[in-house]
């Protein structure tokens, strides 16, 4: 079965500073990763998704995050933050069956200004 | 365009009652689900559907039942509501094949059970 594992329920951050989020994932088979955020009282959205091309996966809003194979990691960055980051951010990797998602629990993450 | 919409987005029940949470979409995806987001538990999956006419239990199914008569339409049934099932629950839709895990949502119905 696959896993994810977020480190860090919470992360705060000041207006301008990077933004790192970490995600660990587990997988018996090449995985897909993804990244997803979540708006206040809204749905989630996807942010970017890992599909075995390049390593390093460029999404919205200026984030990228890179695969590291061997650091088995999917970690979410983004050089300077903004007021509008602040939101929940989901890492997600696909399961054993091609239509299944598991969802890590969560990064809260706080734009301080 | 809508999307994903879930009807209702609200909902207060008493321990025993019985409700239908709808989801629809309508961009002719094949595959549906049904989450629950719970605080720090992230989300968890509850059932999900391949296609017309078929269901599949995902990791949380104890106390739902679901339904896919139509493609377009999946619905989430609590027979007995009990106050564990208070929650947060998204629906979302996605094309099969190489697509099949870009996950479209809906914006949620929050459930309350007294």
């Known amino acids: 079965a696959q896993s994810v594992t977020q480190l860090g329920s919470h992360v705060s951050v000041s207006e301008g500073a990077l933004v790192l989020l970490r995600c660990n994932y587990s997988?018996?088979?090449?995985?897909?990763l993804f990244w997803y955020v979540q708006y206040p009282n809204q749905g989630l959205q996807l942010l970017l998704k890992?599909?075995?091309?390049?390593?390093l996966v460029k999404g919205i809003n200026g984030f990228e995050a890179e695969f590291k194979k061997s650091e088995t990691s999917f970690h979410l960055t983004k050089p300077s933050a903004h007021m509008s980051d602040a939101a929940e951010y989901f890492c997600?990797?696909?399961?054993?069956?091609?239509?299944?998602?598991?969802f890590g629990k969560g990064t809260l993450l706080t734009v301080n200004p | 365009n809508a999307g994903v919409t879930q009807t209702p987005k609200f909902r207060v029940l008493k321990t025993g009652q019985s409700m239908t949470l709808l989801c629809a979409q309508d961009?002719?995806?094949?595959?549906m689900y049904w989450y629950r987001q719970d605080p720090g538990m992230g989300l968890r999956l509850i059932h999900y559907?391949?296609?017309?006419?078929?269901?599949a239990k995902g990791e949380v199914p104890d106390g739902y039942n679901v339904s896919r008569l139509k493609k377009q339409n999946f619905l989430l049934g609590l027979e007995s509501a009990a106050p564990s099932q208070t929650s947060v629950y998204f629906c979302?839709?996605?094309?099969?094949?190489?697509?099949?895990?870009?996950?479209?949502f809906g914006a949620g119905s929050r459930l309350t059970v007294l």
């Open positions: 997600a990797v696909r399961g054993g069956s091609n239509y299944k998602l598991t």
């Open positions: 961009m002719n995806h094949e595959y």
């Open positions: 997988s018996s088979v090449p995985p897909y």
């Open positions: 890992y599909t075995s091309a390049a390593t």
């Open positions: 979302a839709s996605a094309f099969s094949g190489s697509g099949a895990n870009v996950l479209t």
């Open positions: 559907s391949v296609g017309e006419g078929t269901t």
